[in-house]
Structure formats: C-alpha cells, structure tokens
C-alpha cells in the first residue's frame, strides 16, 4: 500500500528566506504525486502535481517541487517567501488499486515571519 | 468562477441531535469526496461517489454516519446521533475522477458537538 510521510510538522521561517517542505512517498507502482495547499480558514488548493515526464514541477505562486525516483522523495521549494505563503501544506498519492483514492500527508505548517 | 460550495460553513449543536452537511460539486464533476479534518488524525476520506454512485465508504463510521448524493448537484453528509469526538472540519471535494486529476475542494463545514 502507498503511503505518505511529510518529514515535518511545523516550518517556520523569514519573509524572503528559501524554503523546502520535505514528503517521502512509498510506492509499489507508477507514481502520481500532488502537493496542495490550504489557507487559513480555506479548503485545500493544487498547488502543482508530478504526472510524468520532467521530474521539476512549477506550481502556483513561485513554489516548484522535484521528483526524485531514487530517493522516493518529492520536496515542495520556494526560493523566495512570502507572509502570504503562510499555510499548511499537503503533500499526497494515489492509493495503487482500483479505487485510486488520495494517500495524504499529515500537513507540514509554514509559518513565514516578518 | 466554478467552486465548491458548502454549507453550513459553521455548525455548533448539542450531543444527540442530527446533522446535515450540504455540497454543492462543480458543474460537470462526476466524483465527490467527504473528507474530515481535524488536528489529531489529519485528512480523513469518509466516503467519495462517481456518477452519484457510492463507491468507498469505509472511512465513515456505518453506525451513525450516512453519505447520499440525492441528484448530480449535491451531495449530503449526515451526523445521527452526533457524538463531541465528531467536531471537526469537514471538506467536500469533486472532481473528473481520481489517480492523476485534480480534486477541487469547498470551504468546509466546522463542526462542534457539544
């Protein structure tokens, strides 16, 4: 079975500071992988998704992430911060099977401070 | 500009009474999932629907919770009797299927049993 580990739970860090949010997967087959974002208050938003071909994603907001096969990883970055990237952040996967339904992260909190 | 909607957005209620949470999918969407969110337990799947067709319901408690999806354009969560470990956010999302789509979320349902 798939599953999904967000390395960590709380993320803080300063206005215009780069940052990575880490997400392991466990996969026994292709592999599709999302990462969305939830603001305050807010459902959960695609933030970008690695389907195939070129492992670098660009997503929404300057935030891109890469697959990396070997490391069964796919970390979120962003160069840049912004207060408003203040989120949690959900990286998730495709169960195998015919139900196919979303293998989620527990969330990793994003705290960008001024 | 195509959302989810849901309502309501707040919900208090007291230990016992019934709950009805409302959703609204996209236009066009054919797959609606339940998810429930608290802190604890992260994103849980409580059941999803293709073509108004239930099709995983093992994440929902079979004894006191019910999910329908009386026509195309809204599907319904129900609470009865509700119990206080049952507050948390509840998020309805749709979608053209699973595995490698998109899933569009609404704002949630906050619920509090007291």
């Known amino acids: 079975a798939q599953s999904v580990t967000q390395l960590d739970s709380q993320v803080p860090v300063f206005e215009e500071a780069p940052v990575e949010l880490r997400c392991n997967y466990s996969?026994?087959?292709?592999?599709?992988l999302f990462w969305y974002v939830q603001y305050p208050n807010q459902g959960l938003q695609l933030l970008l998704k690695?389907?195939?071909?070129s492992t670098l994603v660009k997503g929404i907001n300057g935030f891109e992430a890469e697959f990396n096969k070997s490391q069964t990883s796919f970390h979120l970055r962003k160069p840049s911060v912004h207060i408003s990237d203040t989120a949690e952040y959900f990286c998730?996967?495709?169960?195998?099977?015919?139900?196919?339904?979303?293998?989620w992260g527990l969330g990793t909190s994003l705290a960008v401070n001024p | 500009d195509a959302r989810v909607t849901q309502t309501p957005r707040d919900k208090v209620t007291e230990m016992g009474q019934e709950v009805t949470m409302r959703c609204q999918p996209i236009?066009?969407?054919?797959?609606v999932f339940w998810y429930r969110q608290t802190m604890m337990q992260g994103l849980e799947l409580l059941a999803y629907f293709r073509n108004r067709a239930p099709l995983d319901d093992s994440g929902m408690p079979k004894d006191r919770f019910s999910a329908e999806m009386p026509d195309a354009t809204l599907a319904t969560l129900k609470i009865q009797p509700s119990e206080p470990r049952d507050s948390a956010v509840y998020f309805c999302?749709?979608?053209?299927?699973?595995?490698?789509?998109?899933?569009?979320f609404g704002q949630g349902t906050r619920l509090t049993v007291v």
């Open positions: 998730a996967v495709p169960n195998a099977g015919n139900n196919r339904k979303l293998i």
């Open positions: 690695y389907l195939s071909g």
């Open positions: 236009l066009g969407h054919n797959t």
């Open positions: 999302a749709s979608g053209l299927g699973w595995g490698s789509t998109e899933a569009f």
């Open positions: 996969s026994s087959v292709s592999v599709y």
